[in-house]
């Protein structure tokens, strides 16, 4: 059965520290994996990952993916209070299929 | 900016009741999809549409049905809302000629079931 698992589900820390969350998937005729971060109410879209050890960077956030051994990870250097949020790691398979993991609560103390 | 708008915003219903909810694009996308969230499982998808005469069911269909009314409205009925569709509903689009993959979401409906 095809399955996205995110780790940690959630993950309190101070502002300045760096946090790296964790996307592993096992997804039938995988095409990309997909982070977003979620606020409020909408899941806003960060980053596309297609190709193994391209490193996706926009900001303090960088993303990557390895394709052999099944998993993405997503940086945040010097976080701030306002990257606290639900992070989602989604991942396309084939035809529509897109399996969401649960998602990371990440909170920044100030 | 183009937007994917959901109405209503918040729903409080009774058990055995008919809601719809409803959403609409100005982004020109072909593709629209209804997703639920719900505390610890994550999104998943009820319905999608690729085109106007398209509809396809998701992974929990069940006790939902949808109408594509044009490119750019697609609805979602609870034909007999039951307490265990309680949950935050939303409503995406996707582009195919940039592969598809990426999701815009509107800012979702929290329905409650009583």
């Known amino acids: 059965e095809d399955k996205v698992v995110q780790s940690p589900l959630s993950l309190v820390v101070h502002e300045g520290d760096t946090v790296t969350l964790n996307c592993s998937y096992e997804?039938?005729?995988?095409?990309?994996l997909l982070w977003y971060k979620q606020e409020k109410k909408a899941p806003t879209f960060l980053f596309m990952l297609?190709?193994?050890?391209i490193e996706k960077k926009s900001g303090r956030l960088s993303s990557i993916l390895d394709k052999k051994e099944l998993f993405s990870i997503l940086n945040i250097t010097a976080t701030q209070t306002g990257d606290s949020a639900i992070y989602l790691c989604a991942v396309w398979g084939l035809f529509v299929k897109i399996i969401f993991g649960k998602g990371t609560r990440l909170h920044i103390l100030p | 900016d183009a937007d994917v708008t959901q109405t209503p915003r918040n729903r409080i219903t009774k058990t055995g009741k008919r809601i719809m909810l409803e959403c609409s694009q100005t982004k020109g996308h072909d593709r629209m999809y209804w997703y639920r969230q719900d505390p610890g499982l994550g999104l998943r998808l009820i319905y999608y549409s690729f085109d106007v005469k398209d509809i396809n069911k998701g992974e929990i269909s069940d006790g939902y049905s949808v109408s594509r009314q044009a490119q750019a409205k697609f609805s979602l009925s609870l034909e007999s809302a039951i307490p265990n569709q309680t949950a935050l509903y939303f409503c995406?689009?996707?582009?195919?000629?940039?592969?598809?993959?990426?999701?815009?979401f509107g800012s979702g409906t929290q329905l409650s079931v009583l």
């Open positions: 995406a689009t996707s582009d195919p000629g940039t592969g598809g993959e990426k999701l815009f």
């Open positions: 297609t190709s193994s050890g």
């Open positions: 997804v039938t005729n995988f095409r990309s």
